[in-house]
C-alpha cells in the first residue's frame, strides 16, 4: 500500500524516479501505517505543486499525525459518559442538606476527563458520580431526571404539610 501511494505520489509531479531515489523515498515512508500514507498522498496532493523531498514529506506526516492526535482527543472528549465532552459534570445539591436552597438545584464540576481540564481550575472538581448508570441516558440527563423527580416528591410532601394532612 505504502508503494502504491508512493507511486501515485510520484505521478501527481509527472515523475518516473530512478530505482534508487524511489528506494529512498519507500525506505523512508514504510515506517508509517497506509492510512497515514493515504492521507500523505491526499495532503501532498493539495498542497504542493512540485515533488516534495523526503525532509518536506517528514514536516508533512508531522502535521498529519498531530493533526490525528487532536482529532483523537476531541473524540475522548465526546465519548465521555460523565460531561457529554462538554467537561462539566452536574452535581446536584439538596435542601436538606443546604440551607441555602429549598429546592434541588445543580451546580457544575469540573469533570476528570481531558475536557475537564479546559476549564477554570477554581471549579471544584467532579469526585465521584452521585447516581448509578441507568438505561440509556447520559449523566448530564440522569442528573436532571432525578432533580426533577426529588423536587416533585419535594413539593407533594410541602403541598400535604400545607393543606394539614400531616
Ligand atoms: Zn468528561
Known amino acids: 500500500m505504502v508503494e502504491h501511494y508512493l507511486k501515485r505520489i510520484f505521478a501527481l509531479f509527472h515523475r518516473s524516479p530512478n530505482k534508487a531515489t524511489f528506494e529512498e523515498y519507500l ?3 514504510e515506517e ?4 497515514l500514507v493515504m492521507k500523505l498522498f491526499y495532503y501532498v496532493r493539495d498542497n504542493h505543486t512540485a515533488m516534495p523531498s523526503v525532509a518536506q514529506l517528514k514536516k508533512n ?4 499525525k498531530s493533526r490525528q492526535t487532536f482529532n483523537a482527543a476531541r ?3 465526546e465519548d465521555c459518559y460523565f460531561c457529554v465532552g462538554v467537561g462539566l459534570v452536574p452535581y446536584l ?5 443546604d440551607a441555602r436552597i ?4 445543580q451546580t457544575m464540576q469540573r469533570c476528570k476527563c481531558s475536557a475537564g481540564q479546559e476549564h477554570d481550575q477554581r471549579i471544584p472538581l467532579h469526585q465521584k458520580p452521585q447516581f448509578e448508570i441507568e438505561g440509556d441516558l447520559s ?16 413539593n407533594a410532601v410541602t403541598a400535604k404539610a400545607q393543606s394539614g394532612a400531616i
Not at 508509517?32 to 492510512?35: A, K, R, S, V
Not at 445539591?93 to 442538606?97: E, I
Open 27 to 29: 525506505n523512508y515512508l
Open 139 to 154: 449523566y448530564p440527563i440522569l442528573v436532571q431526571v432525578k432533580m426533577n423527580k426529588f423536587n416533585r416528591k419535594l
Open 93 to 97: 445539591l439538596s435542601p436538606k442538606s
Open 75 to 77: 473524540q475522548e472528549h
Open 102 to 105: 429549598t429546592r434541588y438545584t
Open 61 to 64: 506526516l508531522n502535521t498529519l
Open 32 to 35: 508509517y501505517d497506509d492510512n
